[in-house]
């Protein structure tokens, strides 16, 4: 058995150093974040104007849930078992709303699904065997949606275009080559730019790919971007591509106008662990990051559009395993098995709720608004965890 093997299985990031942050006794034990500035940040515990409880727990997969996406109608979730599993997303009141939902596999890799993001009519799905997946959806039936396999990226006349090149061979081990256009380790999370022309990934092998979503073709790779996996995508409306490797740094990618590439225009370093997780607030100002540590770093963009850290959330005890930004609020999971639901207003950020109710880390999560009036506004979460559950939460801010 494998150092991976024993000591990654609740965590599931790419570094092997991650696994000890998250047990150890207190916070006040552990060296705050480096430097991080706290005035501009004054955090109040849960108040009492926001109401939350589970609608509903969704079985069906037998392993951790690992991603979670909304295609229109309906919830996908993809599972450490291969599967990619179909939910209706009617408003639910009940868990009897769901007892119908028994048939809704829609597709089988070939290896643990990391991470998915829909495209129209189209699901990219990335897999612990190296590879993305292309599933063209079919719509034609309102209440099931049925998927085809399309493509496997890096694409076969991608592989022999470049094979018999020897400038496109990269060296991946002592006496072992491949092309460029291959990830060699596990591809942890994608990405679409803002106008879906290109898709990004990254992976435990430390590279950034970038791939035209219109005949699939691999057009970039940043080899050896970091010095340990990538974890941790997120991608900005004005171009700028955000990683997080659980060496603990976050980069910053662009490519400028007239140029061939992305180059590095920044390293951001705060975290004393590996990164987990990116999110960026909707109109791209603030970026987001958990990482093992503890902490959620927000970091915000300042003179010459260079993102500084203004504060820490802190809260949870256990690493930060997923964030996610929901219309104005935060969401972040953890491997203490709870997800906190942060505001923030005006330099202030509130935990407006904790979800319990998981009995293993929360490994994924996403959400949207359900209603909005000038009463109240209602949202709705969906958490995945390594208890193999998703659960529905319905959250009402007054």
């Not at 005035?39 to 609608?55: D, F, G, L, T």
């Amino acid at each position: 058995m494998s150092w991976h093997q024993i000591f990654q299985p609740d965590y599931d990031s790419g570094s092997h150093s991650n696994c000890f942050q998250s047990d150890l006794p207190s916070l006040c034990s552990q060296p705050s974040l480096i430097s991080v500035p706290t005035p501009e940040i004054h955090q109040q515990e849960h108040i009492s104007n926001a109401h939350h409880h589970c609608v509903a727990t969704l079985k069906g997969h037998t392993s951790y849930i690992s991603s979670l996406t909304f295609a229109g109608k309906f919830l996908l979730t993809g599972s450490s078992d291969r599967e990619i599993r179909s939910w209706k997303r009617n408003p639910l009141s009940s868990e009897s709303d769901y007892q119908d939902l028994t048939n809704n596999l829609v597709a089988v890799g070939k290896g643990a699904v990391k991470s998915l993001v829909v495209l129209a009519d189209r699901l990219f799905s990335a897999h612990q065997d190296h590879k993305i997946r292309v599933w063209r959806i079919n719509n034609d039936d309102p209440n099931h949606q049925k998927y085809t396999h399309l493509a496997t990226l890096p694409t076969l006349g991608d592989r022999v275009f470049k094979l018999f090149m020897p400038k496109n061979q990269v060296q991946i081990r002592r006496h072992k080559k491949c092309t460029w256009v291959h990830h060699v380790d596990t591809v942890s999370s994608l990405a679409l730019s803002t106008d879906k022309n290109l898709l990004y990934s990254v992976s435990w092998d430390r590279t950034l790919k970038i791939w035209r979503t219109s005949d699939f073709k691999c057009l970039e790779s940043v080899t050896n971007a970091y010095d340990d996996a990538i974890n941790a995508l997120a991608l900005s409306n004005d171009g700028d591509v955000y990683t997080g490797s659980a060496d603990k740094k976050i980069k910053v990618w662009k490519k400028d106008p007239g140029e061939k590439k992305h180059s590095l225009i920044a390293t951001m370093e705060r975290h004393n662990s590996g990164i987990n997780a990116l999110a960026l607030s909707l109109d791209g100002s603030v970026l987001y990051s958990g990482a093992s540590d503890r902490f959620i770093v927000v970091w915000k963009k300042g003179d010459g559009n260079v993102m500084v850290v203004v504060g820490a959330l802190r809260g949870h005890t256990k690493s930060i395993l997923c964030l996610a930004v929901v219309s104005h609020m935060v969401c972040s999971g953890s491997a203490d098995k709870t997800v906190r639901i942060w505001r923030g207003f005006d330099g202030t950020y509130s935990c407006l709720a904790i979800l319990e109710g998981h009995t293993g880390p929360v490994k994924c999560l996403t959400g949207a608004v359900e209603h909005c009036n000038p009463c109240n506004t209602s949202y709705v979460v969906y958490t995945g965890s390594l208890d193999c559950d998703i659960k529905v939460w319905k959250i009402t801010v007054l």
